[in-house]
């Protein structure tokens, strides 16, 4: 049979195994191994265009096919044409337990119009023939070249650097660094010595590469305005013109502002859990990890 002491012992034993069980448990509903939150954005942006060079090949006939370059072309967003949709829109997951590292889809539907009335130098062939002139490229003149929409489809890896956050986690202020490409997806209407072309569809013309910084305010946890600089390559094949096919590279500036929501998707997520100040042991977990602090040696 069993004493009194070791009774004792027994039920010291279980009463240890059930509160440290007791602990971890409530550890592990606040340091969960997987924590995630997705956020949706709309907004605008203002590009801007370095001049750059579109090259053109018409006809496929020997003797009579063209082949010539429109050098030194400036471009702005004065499309006479609108099509498809018309805002930024991004979509992003952040993955990792401490949520800074994030994938994100965009899509941003730029306008592109070479300049009314500018001075632009044509060379190459045209119909067999050689030539070397400049001619005013205007609409009045029969000339005019839209890439409407140029919409860049690319996706991200996104790195999130916390600037700051009050205790109550109300607000909240991040840089954003973006990294990415994918596909563009041009609507075109040019116009080329007056022999105009439009195709009506999307067309895959193309990839593009950008880079870009961004600063994010989070209100309430859930809710964030976004300011952003993003610089783009833009590379475009098989843009239709008439009886043929232009190439173009892009480099394109913008800056772009959205507001969006974003929401956790899995529970006890210390970017959206309000902090329990009444009991300091059972707090959420910082973002960061907390930096060790070493035991002072004793004097013993």
């Known amino acids: 049979m069993l004493n009194g002491n070791k009774l004792n012992k027994i039920f010291f034993l279980f009463a240890t195994l059930a509160v440290t069980g007791k602990a971890v448990a409530q550890v592990s509903a606040y340091d969960e191994e997987k924590r995630g939150s997705v956020y949706v954005a709309i907004g605008s942006s203002t590009p801007s265009y370095k001049a750059s060079k579109i090259k053109i090949q018409q006809g496929t006939t020997a003797g009579t096919a063209s082949s010539y370059t ?6 702005d967003t ?108 041009p609507h075109i209407y040019n116009s080329i010595a007056g022999k105009v072309a439009e ?4 067309q895959l013309g193309g990839w593009n590469a950008g ?44 800056v772009i502002f959205s507001g969006g929501i974003t929401f956790p998707t899995t529970k006890r997520n210390p970017l959206f859990v309000k902090p329990d100040t009444k009991k300091p042991p059972l707090s959420i977990k910082p973002i960061y990890n907390a930096p060790v602090e070493l035991d002072e040696p004793s004097a013993d």
């Open 70 to 75: 429109l050098d030194n072309v400036a471009a």
């Open 78 to 185: 004065k499309t006479n044409k609108t099509s498809g949709f018309g805002s930024n829109i991004k979509v992003g997951y952040f993955f990792d337990y401490y949520q800074n590292w994030a994938v994100e889809l965009s899509y941003e539907p730029l306008k592109y119009h070479v300049t009314d009335a500018q001075n632009v130098k044509l060379s190459g062939t045209m119909e067999g023939n050689p030539i070397d002139t400049t001619v005013v490229f205007s609409a009045a003149n029969g000339y005019f070249y839209n890439l409407d929409g140029s919409n860049l489809l690319s996706l991200n890896i996104v790195r999130r650097f916390q600037l700051l956050q009050d205790k109550h986690h109300y607000v909240r202020l991040d840089a954003l660094v973006k990294a990415g490409g994918g596909p563009v997806m």
């Open 211 to 254: 880079i870009e910084a961004a600063l994010r305010v989070t209100l309430f946890r859930y809710v964030f305005v976004e300011g952003a600089y993003k610089y783009s390559r833009a590379s475009y094949s098989d843009v239709g013109v008439f009886n043929g096919t232009a190439k173009q590279t892009l480099g394109i500036s913008q």
């Open 199 to 202: 195709y009506p569809s999307f």
